[in-house]
Nanobody, 121 residues
């Protein structure tokens, strides 16, 4: 079917930067909105940033001005550039995409396996 494969997580000091990537593959007809969520230990999963197929973006207040989401539609890939990282950004980051598969008319929600981002103080 469809797979979302994330990469780019890791350990970084406060103030540092990381870039996450997520590539969608499989029986894809089109990809609508794509986004990044995160879940810290003991907390609910929350939206970090989202981007529509036309490039309209939306950010959580906590990351505005520090994170930038972008996408390459030709590669069905979404990126998250994270700058000025803080310890409170530590979480597992999940890629999300609304994918229309070949032979269907409706988008289904797909999730990546998650990538750990740890920011040390």
């Amino acid at each position: 079917q469809v797979q979302l494969v994330e990469s780019g997580g890791g350990l970084v000091q406060a103030g540092g930067s990381l870039r996450l990537s997520c590539a969608a593959s499989g029986s894809i007809f089109s990809v609508n909105a794509m986004g990044w969520y995160r879940q810290a230990p003991g907390k609910q999963r929350e939206l970090v940033a989202a981007i529509s197929s036309s490039g309209t973006t939306n950010y959580a207040d906590s990351v505005k001005g520090r994170f930038t989401i972008s996408r390459d539609n030709a590669k069905n890939t979404v990126y998250l550039e994270m700058n000025s990282l803080k310890p409170e950004d530590t979480a597992v980051y999940y890629c999300n995409a609304a994918v229309v598969t070949i032979g269907t008319k409706w988008a289904v929600e797909c999730w990546g396996q998650g990538t750990q981002v740890t920011v040390s103080s």
